[in-house]
């Protein structure tokens, strides 16, 4: 990583970055070009990570010939999406790390190519998400949406900060294009995994967001250790819970497999 910049304000994307909305609907594309006896190129829907939707109905209705225009597709397949947004969940270390900057006072800002509307529709799913980021902003409020910068220059320009004093939080190669752009430092966690070659150019690349250290941004360290161990949003295990260990205050258990 290059020499420490004073990090004032963090802008992240949504979608594969914050919210894991892939997860909750994997199916409806292959679903809807079912129904016109087409089958989901997964090379296709990969190049299309992180554009804007208007460019990728266009280019979902050539691609694969369907009957329709594009304005035709986005009129029949969005309800769809809508109806499965309440089922996205945060992905791992996300709220921790949100609570964590807004609780200290840093800037958060949001920025994705979604349309506006659609951002506050799935975040009005998340408790406290809407107090959180004091700036929300949509690629439709934008001439050019993401590789090109000027998402992140507006979001920079509201929350008052320069570009340069800000941090973007990024999982798709247009964004990290785009976020380097603007003079923002990046942090990539990739949603398209075994391609690192695309990311090279983010200042940090993670796993995950459990990975981040803010400290490394001149931003607030976290101060939730326990023991040296890191605490997670609880995980759902299916099975019966066995015998438990106490051990210096704490109590594990075995999980048995559920039937």
């Given at each position: 990583?290059?020499k420490k910049t004073l990090i004032t304000a963090v802008i992240c994307d949504l979608d594969g970055?914050?919210?894991?909305?892939?997860?909750?609907?994997?199916n409806i594309l292959k679903e809807f070009l079912g129904r016109y006896g087409k089958a989901v190129?997964?090379?296709?829907?990969?190049?299309?990570?992180?554009?804007m939707f208007k460019e990728s109905a266009v280019d979902i209705v050539r691609d694969y010939a369907?009957?329709?225009?594009?304005?035709?597709?986005?009129?029949?397949?969005?309800?769809?999406?809508?109806?499965?947004?309440?089922?996205?969940?945060?992905?791992?270390?996300?709220?921790?790390?949100?609570?964590?900057?807004?609780?200290?006072?840093?800037?958060?800002?949001?920025?994705?190519?979604?349309?506006?509307?659609?951002?506050?529709?799935?975040?009005?799913?998340?408790?406290?998400?809407?107090?959180?980021?004091?700036?929300?902003?949509?690629?439709?409020?934008?001439?050019?949406?993401?590789?090109?910068?000027?998402?992140?220059?507006?979001?920079?320009?509201?929350?008052?900060?320069?570009?340069?004093?800000?941090?973007?939080?990024?999982?798709?190669?247009?964004?990290?294009?785009?976020?380097?752009?603007?003079?923002?430092?990046?942090?990539?966690?990739?949603?398209?995994?075994?391609?690192?070659?695309?990311?090279?150019?983010?200042?940090?690349?993670?796993?995950?967001?459990?990975?981040?250290?803010?400290?490394?941004?001149?931003?607030?360290?976290?101060?939730?250790?326990?023991?040296?161990?890191?605490?997670?949003?609880?995980?759902?295990?299916?099975?019966?819970?066995?015998?438990?260990?106490?051990?210096?205050?704490?109590?594990?258990?075995?999980?048995?497999?559920?039937?």
């Open positions: 990583m290059e970055t914050l919210l894991d909305t892939e997860n909750a609907t994997k190129d997964a090379g296709k829907e990969e190049r299309r990570l992180g554009k369907l009957p329709m225009s594009a304005e035709e597709y986005a009129q029949a397949i969005m309800p769809l999406y809508h109806q499965k947004w309440n089922q996205a969940k945060p992905l791992p270390g996300v709220n921790r790390l949100l609570s964590h900057l807004h609780n200290r006072g840093v800037p958060l800002a949001l920025a994705s190519n979604s349309v506006k509307k659609h951002i506050e529709m799935k975040i009005s799913h998340q408790q406290g998400w809407k107090e959180i980021f004091s700036v929300v902003l949509g690629g439709d409020e934008v001439n050019h949406g993401k590789p090109a910068p000027d998402i992140f220059l507006e979001a920079a320009k509201r929350l008052g900060v320069d570009p340069s004093n800000c941090l973007v939080i990024e999982d798709s190669p247009v964004g990290v294009r785009a976020a380097k752009a603007s003079g923002a430092k990046v942090v990539a966690v990739p949603s398209l995994q075994n391609q690192d070659d695309q990311y090279s150019i983010a200042d940090t690349v993670l796993r995950s967001l459990l990975e981040f250290q803010p400290e490394l941004w001149s931003l607030p360290a976290f101060e939730d250790w326990v023991q040296n161990v890191l605490p997670i949003d609880p995980l759902h295990v299916r099975g019966v819970i066995g015998e438990g260990v106490y051990h210096d205050g704490y109590t594990s258990f075995d999980i048995v497999s559920g039937k």
